[in-house]
């Protein structure tokens, strides 16, 4: 189902034109009403200085991050009107706390499904009391156990992923859930579809859950009405809408895939050609993912069924696609934790996490990001690690897919590389992976970013696995990426031209909102 050419007037009356025109107007629209208000009714004007004042005291003092309550300070400070109109127009708007409460409403229904075994904990306590901290923050607020029968194993890119994903795919026996960031018509997804088309017709619940920017930039507006002619259930997450809310700016980030409870995958890598380097952007595409058999499968089961259960009356029977398998299964020496992270909740799991991980650091960390946008907090941890005495090093792309994300990445390597961090980039292309590595013991792979819009803007997941021999295929992964990419010196941070600094530090006003 290809999209066909289109004219001009298609393009014009397109529906991204149309959304992104809508958006436009609203803003547009406050700011004319802001403007007429200041230049027109002075007592008014007057009235709202002084009310900014106050909404200024009352956003500081909120639990916020201090990121996020500085991005709206600016623009009331300077300008009052349109700041206050804005905070107000996007604060009033109930979406999010409506998704938030059905969300915990789910949570709390299936929440004793996803208990921490206690004679587990304190095995892991007694084996190791730092990873314990992060597993004690994962089963208490993150929702989240550990399980130790559990297998990991790691690819290095997509195009090694794939040949055992589509084998998998073929031993489906029960169902498929598949729930993604993008997804695009090409190669890859062709070869999926044909294997998902076989499984519905031997009877094989197969769901496909994909977010809203994939209709306005990969598939077309029909596609979901296509793959339930196939007899796949479809859903699209947060639809885009030409509407000026909060509810438009989290995203469905996840890469999960399902199969018979039994196996999953998660990492970096999309439904699309360049994940597999069948098609070339940036270069080299460097990702990453993983594949997880056993009990710790459960966790991805409940992650897929909580957002695909948003808009049902009814919700799912988990207990029938949550099923443990550690009868097929014994593996005691590593330990497996798949967890999500929700922008909605105000618990920011996916940066304490790593924060967690970083600071329980004693010999090393190596971090590969596509994007570099940190708050204070995570910028210290990774300074501070440094400053320890821990080899840290980040790997980045070498050419970037955002040419704005990159300038303002390069913002924060002077102060690290003052603190001791080393930063490559990697000369090959695009580094899309999502990793840290910790003293041979620890590793997270996963699809969350070292930026604000992964860290606290989007639906995220990863996997936090210790113990495993894998962590040595991650590491020899890491370093040979390292031994082909470009370290980045104070010189070079230095001699960058001055319009290039002008705009990463005008781009670091807007990191939150990036």
Not at 255 to 275: C, F, L, P, Q, S
Not at 301 to 308: D, I, N, R, S, V
Request: hydrophobic content about 40%.
């Amino acid at each position: 189902m290809k999209r066909g050419k289109e004219g001009f007037f298609r393009v014009i009356f397109s529906r991204s034109v149309t959304l992104i025109a809508m958006l436009f107007l609203q803003i547009f629209l406050i700011l004319v009403f802001s403007s007429f208000i200041n230049t027109s009714i002075l007592t008014v004007y007057g009235i709202t200085n002084i009310f900014s004042v106050f909404l200024v005291i009352y956003i500081y003092n909120l639990d916020e991050l201090p990121d996020f309550k500085m991005a709206w300070i600016y623009p009331m400070m300077v300008l009052p009107i349109f700041g206050v109109l804005l905070y107000l127009f996007m604060k009033t708007q109930s979406g999010s706390r409506v998704i938030n409460r059905k969300i915990n409403y789910i949570v709390k229904k299936t929440e004793d499904k996803l208990v921490q075994n206690p004679e587990l904990f304190k095995e892991i306590e007694e084996r190791d009391k730092l990873f314990a901290t992060n597993v004690y923050y994962l089963s208490k607020h993150a929702k989240y156990p550990t399980y130790d029968n559990s297998v990991v194993t790691y690819f290095r890119c997509g195009e090694e992923l794939l040949p055992d994903l589509l084998e998998d795919l073929k031993k489906a026996k029960e169902f498929i859930f598949l729930e993604y960031f993008i997804v695009s018509e090409g190669f890859m997804w062709d070869q999926m579809l044909e294997i998902l088309t076989k499984k519905v017709e031997e009877g094989v619940e197969v769901r496909v859950m994909y977010d809203g920017l994939c209709s306005l930039f990969y598939l077309p507006y029909g596609y979901p009405k296509f793959l339930r002619e196939l007899g796949i259930k479809t859903k699209i997450f947060a639809p885009l809408k030409p509407l000026l809310t909060t509810q438009q700016n989290n995203r469905d980030h996840r890469k999960i895939i399902v199969i018979d409870g039994k196996v999953a995958y998660t990492g970096g890598i999309n439904m699309a050609d360049e994940y597999i380097n069948r098609k070339k952007r940036f270069g080299y595409w460097k990702d990453n993912g993983i594949r997880i058999k056993g009990d710790a499968v459960s966790s991805f089961t409940h992650m897929f069924l909580q957002l695909w259960n948003l808009d049902e009356k009814e919700i799912d029977n988990f207990d029938y696609y949550c099923k443990k398998h550690s009868n097929e299964l014994q593996v005691n020496n590593s330990y497996v934790c798949g967890y999500t992270d929700s922008p909605l909740d105000k618990e920011y799991v996916g940066a304490n996490v790593y924060i967690n991980l970083i600071n329980s650091a004693t010999n090393y960390i190596y971090i590969m990001t596509p994007y570099l946008v940190l708050d204070y907090v995570m910028e210290r941890a990774i300074r501070n690690a440094a400053q320890r005495g821990v080899k840290v090093v980040i790997l980045m792309p070498g050419t970037p897919d955002k040419k704005y994300a990159y300038c303002l990445a390069r913002t924060y390597y002077p102060k690290l590389i003052n603190a001791g961090v080393k930063i490559y980039e990697y000369t090959p292309g695009f580094v899309h992976s999502k990793m840290i590595i910790c003293d041979d013991k620890e590793f997270i792979v996963g699809s969350i970013n070292f930026d604000y819009r992964s860290l606290y803007l989007s639906f995220e997941c990863a996997a936090l696995v210790y113990g495993s021999d894998e962590i040595f295929k991650c590491k020899d992964d890491f370093e040979y990426s390292i031994e082909k990419s470009h370290l980045v010196t104070k010189e070079e941070c230095k001699n960058r031209k001055l319009y290039y600094k002008i705009l990463g530090a005008f781009l670091k006003l807007l990191a939150p909102l990036m």
